[in-house]
């Protein structure tokens, strides 16, 4: 069973602070990785993908994945009240059932509250 | 503009009774999923499907079941099997495991 493990919260940080958002899965052979931002009572929106170990930046936002120890990260710089949400972690694994496919496996989400 | 239309926005079902959610898209996408959503949950697969005319069971399909006879359309089907119904439902579709998934805005169901 692929799992996709994430604190869930709620993480509170004040207007203007760093918010870090964490993420361990189990399957050493994903190679795709995303965060998604689904606000209350609406659908998960895709904010951030990353592929190779490192950072990736966009905007205010960073991604950072490290495979070797299965964990990758979401800080969301300057946080604003608007990005509170839950942030839910996506891992990309091979599915063999079937004709075999790639699916996404998500984590429950971690609520972030930013307080102004 | 491009996107995945799920309809309707609220569903309410009696006992016994099946109910059907319309997931449409226009992005040209292969794959279509349907996930449900409890609180406290995550995000659950019910089906999903990578070619027309083939589907497969995701993690919880019991009770559920679905159709893809054009690229465009994944409609879910809740039977009167599925005990506990009551969810958020949501229908996504991706071009590749590259992208990520690109999600519907939901249907939320009910049991009256």
């Known amino acids: 069973q692929k799992e996709v493990e994430q604190n869930s919260g709620p993480l509170s940080v004040p207007e203007g602070a760093i918010a870090s958002l964490n993420c361990t899965y189990s399957?050493?052979?994903?190679?795709?990785f995303f965060w998604y931002r689904q606000y209350s009572g609406k659908s998960p929106e895709l904010i951030m993908s990353?592929?190779?170990?490192g950072d990736k930046e966009d905007g205010r936002f960073t991604a950072q994945l490290n495979k070797a120890s299965q964990y990758v990260s979401l800080l969301i710089r300057d946080s604003q009240p608007s990005d509170s949400a839950t942030y839910l972690c996506?891992?990309?694994?091979?599915?063999?059932?079937?004709?075999?496919?790639?699916?996404?496996?998500f984590g429950k989400g971690t609520k972030l509250s930013v307080i102004p | 503009d491009g996107g995945i239309t799920q309809s309707p926005k609220y569903l309410f079902r009696k006992e016994g009774q099946n109910v059907t959610l319309s997931c449409e898209q226009n992005?040209?996408?292969?794959?279509m999923y349907w996930y449900r959503q409890d609180p406290g949950q995550g995000l659950r697969l019910i089906y999903y499907?990578?070619?027309?005319?083939?589907?497969q069971k995701g993690d919880i399909a019991e009770g559920y079941s679905v159709s893809r006879e054009k690229k465009e359309s994944f409609p879910l089907t809740v039977t009167s099997a599925q005990k506990n119904p009551t969810a958020f439902y949501l229908c996504?579709?991706?071009?590749?495991?590259?992208?990520?998934?690109?999600f519907g805005s939901g249907t939320r169901l009910t049991v009256v």
């Open positions: 399957d050493r052979g994903s190679q795709s």
């Open positions: 499907s990578q070619i027309v005319n083939d589907f």
């Open positions: 990353i592929y190779s170990n």
């Open positions: 996506a891992v990309n694994y091979y599915a063999y059932s079937g004709a075999g496919s790639y699916q996404l496996t």
């Open positions: 992005l040209n996408h292969d794959a």
């Open positions: 996504a579709s991706s071009i590749s495991r590259a992208r990520g998934y690109t």
